[in-house]
């Protein structure tokens, strides 16, 4: 992607598995990485050499590298949760462009400081919520804005986290607790609620949402287990078994990457099982300080009268998330890969038809990729069109979170009100 007479140049802040990945699409659009900045300097190195970034554009932090704002058009925020605010205001100030991992910051106060900064200074600003951009989405949004299935009457969405990977991440990892990340909903599920208001067209009046930490809890913890998944007799038939999980990444490239990298920087069988000794990854799911939801839904009414449900929860196999769409002359069912179109004027031959969009990846996996892209494109070109998840769509989502969240603690139904347009209401 090119700007002016050279490609776009992008700094990466977080040198972790996001950071990685979206180092790696900027390349494939045609960008280029021309900084790192990551605290820890095997990741920051093993990035940077990836990159071919010169010695003198890795930097131990962002505030190192916002200091020379003058390398790079483009920012990537792949830092934790509660270190997206200062990075993105930071950068936004000196006129740099910024695609930051969600959320935007796990308080509403902190985000509406990163709105504000970002609004002031005239930047482009996207929130990685790629589920829009994914071929996938795209063929069942403009099916339904063609009335194939008639008017929209309802909708109904499942992400199945999986078990294995909610161990990983939000019993044993870094977005295991609030006050470390932020809540399930707002962590995993943001880009979900956004998906739904992209669905139907249209924002929340009100909603509900339950859910609570049901299982992995110290009251779970079975007989005779160990602090540690090494030191168990339990190990063997436990179904968040540390070192089985581990153990089956070896020798795969992309397990290394994806799963592995987060437990230990070298992908042997020593190192690993010195890392699940010593580290956060060997310990016993139901002997950590996790206090985020292992389930929850949230039911959510428009004025227009259409319903919609998100549900999430640890408690399934790891799958692409799975959509049912209703509508008064049929309805839609997908699963991540393909539609299946039902008209029920076709009664009584009950007709379906099928439709599969993109190369057979998951919508997440795809909408990464063409996000990056999309968004270096509207920086090359100065066309904030291509960004299909700006500053008003990331307050949405994240505005449905936060009330969702307080409905789930209060038990009470939240009513939602919305300027026309801008990030307020």
């Not at 020593?270 to 000794?277: P, S, V």
């Not at 997440?364 to 270096?376: A, N, T």
Request: glycine fraction near 8%; charge should be negative.
């Amino acid at each position: 992607m090119v700007l002016g007479s050279r490609p776009v140049r992008v700094g990466i802040v977080g040198a972790g598995g996001r950071g990685r990945l979206h180092a790696r699409h900027v390349s494939r659009a045609g960008g280029r990485v021309v900084a790192v900045a990551e605290p820890h300097p095997g990741r920051r190195d093993a990035l940077a050499d990836a990159c071919e970034v010169p010695a003198g554009h890795r930097f131990d932090g962002w505030t190192d590298l916002a200091e020379r704002a003058d390398l790079v058009d483009v920012v990537v925020i792949a830092t934790q949760d509660h270190e997206h605010a200062d990075p993105v205001v930071a950068f936004a100030e000196r006129g740099v462009h910024l695609i930051c991992e969600k959320p935007i910051a796990p308080d509403e106060q902190e985000a509406l400081r990163v709105a504000a900064a970002v609004q002031r200074a005239g930047v482009q600003f996207t929130i990685c919520h790629p589920l829009r951009y994914a071929p996938y989405t795209r063929a069942l949004v403009a099916a339904l804005r063609d009335g194939r299935i008639g008017d929209l009457v309802s909708v109904q969405h499942l992400e199945p986290v999986g078990a294995w990977h909610f161990a990983h991440s939000y019993v044993r990892g870094a977005w295991r607790r609030e006050d470390l990340a932020s809540s399930l909903l707002l962590a995993k599920c943001s880009h979900d609620i956004d998906l739904l208001t992209h669905v139907v067209g249209d924002r929340p009046s009100r909603l509900a949402s339950f859910g609570r930490l049901s299982h992995f809890r110290a009251d779970k913890h079975p007989d005779g287990a160990a602090a540690n998944c090494l030191d168990c007799g339990v190990e063997p038939t436990c179904p968040y078994s540390a070192p089985r999980l581990y153990r089956s990444c070896l020798g795969d490239p992309d397990w290394e990457h994806q799963l592995l990298g987060a437990v230990t920087d070298v992908p042997s069988a020593e190192a690993l099982d010195d890392a699940l000794r010593t580290g956060p990854y060997g310990r016993c799911v139901y002997l950590c300080d996790n206090d985020v939801v292992d389930h929850q839904v949230v039911a959510l009414e428009f004025d227009s009268g259409i319903t919609a449900t998100h549900t999430v929860t640890a408690f399934s196999d790891a799958a692409p998330r799975q959509t049912r769409v209703f509508g008064t002359h049929g309805a839609v069912e997908g699963d991540g890969h393909t539609l299946r179109f039902h008209d029920f004027r076709a009664h009584p031959d009950r007709a379906v038809e099928t439709l599969t969009p993109g190369d057979g990846r998951p919508p997440h996996q795809e909408g990464d990729e063409e996000l990056v892209r999309s968004f270096l494109r509207a920086v090359a070109h100065d066309d904030p069109a291509a960004n299909l998840t700006g500053l008003d769509e990331t307050m949405t989502s994240h505005r449905i979170v936060w009330a969702a969240e307080r409905a789930r603690r209060s038990g009470e139904t939240e009513r939602l009100t919305w300027e026309p347009a801008g990030v307020g209401g």
